[in-house]
């Protein structure tokens, strides 16, 4: 676990990121980080709620996230389901002892999670979404540390909407579709690399982080170039080599 001087460091990064009015991905993915680098969560996933009714993974850490995030929303059961239902923190400390969750318990520990928690993203009293963290061993988070996970959820929904009038919650399902279609081209750019080169997605992915970081431009574009053959998966790859 982090110092509260670390916390302090990751969330003025954020805050730095929503004043200069960065891409709610570009938000979402700095929350996901700080999970990891101030909480020790081995995973982090963002769900929210679909404005044509369901749910939809947001963003992910890695694909193990992903895949956990993808089963509450087919299976409809799960911690953040129910975090998302209830407007409140849904925990686990250790999913063997679980009884809440059948299928997604078992395809969690299968995939060698032991422990959940999962905060809800918060708009006008309501939970348009919600933050899981994942632990590979089972955990009791202080009263402290389930503070900070709040604050990092708060900030993604910040992240999806800055707006402070009435119009907020119209404005944040628009913002909701184009962040998912947004994170459609990264996932496909993902593929095309991944595939391409016989690699992990984890691995095609953070190529393509660092290649745009190194190229100054962002993750949307470098995908797109991807995508429309501008950008060869061998040119990506070795340049972060």
């Known amino acids: 676990m982090s110092s509260p001087s670390q916390f302090s460091d990751e969330i003025a990064g954020i805050t730095t990121l929503l004043a200069a009015r960065h891409s709610a991905l570009a938000i979402l993915r700095a929350v996901t980080d700080a999970c990891g680098t101030v909480l020790a969560a081995e995973a982090t996933g963002l769900l929210v709620r679909d404005p044509?009714?369901?749910?939809?993974?947001?963003?992910?850490?890695?694909?193990?996230?992903?895949?956990?995030?993808?089963?509450?929303?087919?299976?409809?059961?799960?911690?953040?389901?129910?975090?998302?239902?209830?407007?409140?923190?849904?925990?686990?400390?250790?999913l063997r002892e679980e009884e809440r969750w059948p299928r997604f318990t078992e395809e969690a520990t299968a995939a060698g999670f032991r422990a959940v928690?999962?905060?809800?993203?918060?708009?006008?009293?309501?939970?348009?979404?919600?933050?899981?963290?994942?632990?590979?061993?089972?955990?009791?988070?202080?009263?402290?540390?389930?503070?900070?996970?709040?604050?990092?959820?708060?900030?993604?929904?910040?992240?999806?909407?800055?707006?402070?009038?009435?119009?907020?919650?119209?404005?944040?399902?628009?913002?909701?579709?184009?962040?998912?279609?947004?994170?459609?081209?990264?996932?496909?750019?993902?593929?095309?690399?991944?595939?391409?080169?016989?690699?992990s997605a984890d691995a095609a992915r953070s190529a393509i982080v660092v290649f745009a970081k190194n190229d100054s431009r962002t993750l949307l574009d470098i995908a797109d170039a991807i995508i429309g053959g501008a950008l060869s998966p061998d040119v990506i790859v070795s340049a972060g080599h």
């Open 52 to 94: 044509r009714g369901g749910f939809a993974v947001i963003d992910a850490s890695d694909e193990k996230a992903r895949f956990a995030e993808f089963l509450q929303v087919h299976a409809g059961e799960g911690p953040c389901v129910d975090c998302i239902d209830t407007n409140d923190l849904v925990r686990s400390g250790d």
């Open 117 to 199: 928690y999962a905060f809800p993203l918060r708009l006008v009293d309501h939970a348009i979404g919600g933050l899981n963290m994942f632990f590979t061993d089972p955990v009791a988070l202080s009263d402290v540390r389930l503070g900070q996970a709040q604050v990092l959820a708060d900030l993604a929904v910040l992240g999806l909407t800055q707006e402070r009038d009435q119009r907020r919650i119209e404005r944040l399902a628009e913002r909701t579709m184009t962040t998912l279609n947004d994170r459609a081209r990264v996932q496909q750019a993902v593929g095309f690399v991944a595939a391409g080169l016989d690699i």
